[in-house]
């Protein structure tokens, strides 16, 4: 049985190859090297920013805060403790220091055993400095730096040992450039 519909344009195939209907070829202007460069480019920009950010958000959450008010320095009086163990590191290049400040200790009172030298890790430690664990360790650690010349004195877990009544000197460039 024949098909009893109309006929219409669409039953007719066209013998030529134009473009008909919805068939579209690409846009002959957007090549596949523009894509990959927007591509780059986007991913750059993406990444300059995040970084940026990054950086933003860690210097926010680390950054000191500044006082415009001065702070109360507490100072205690220097004693010099002779029941503390010392702990004295070189902390320059120039051998023997450490052994002079030791001998120095020894004169003012310190016990030979109570002292023990050694080179520090770095030999560029500015200033000659002493190191108290706790506060209570303060005024001893300033007759210490007392003892021994000019010195700094500063609270610092670092080399403190642990149930142990020790002071830590580093001595520094300041020491060698006076030799």
């Known amino acids: 049985m024949p098909s009893s519909y109309p006929r219409d344009r669409f039953d007719e195939i066209p013998r030529t190859s134009g473009r008909v209907g919805a068939h579209r070829a690409e846009n002959p202007g957007l090549g596949t090297a523009a894509m990959l460069l927007w591509a780059a480019v986007a991913t750059v920009v993406l990444m300059i920013v995040g970084i940026v950010v990054f950086l933003q958000l860690s210097h926010q959450s680390t950054a000191p805060t500044t006082s415009t008010q001065p702070s109360a320095v507490q100072t205690t009086d220097p004693v010099v403790d002779t029941s503390y163990s010392v702990l004295i590191l070189n902390g320059t290049a120039t051998e023997g220091l450490d052994d002079e400040v030791a001998d120095q200790l020894a004169a003012a009172g310190f016990a030979e055993d109570a002292l023990t030298t050694a080179d520090s890790e770095t030999t560029d430690f ?49 020491r060698a450039a006076a030799r």
Do not use: C, H, M, N
């Open 126 to 174: 500015e200033a000659t400095t002493v190191f108290y664990a706790a506060p209570d360790d303060e005024a001893a650690a300033r007759g210490l730096a007392e003892a021994i010349g000019t010195a700094e004195v500063a609270e610092s877990t670092t080399y403190s040992a642990a149930g142990e009544k020790q002071l830590t000197v580093v001595v520094g460039l300041d």
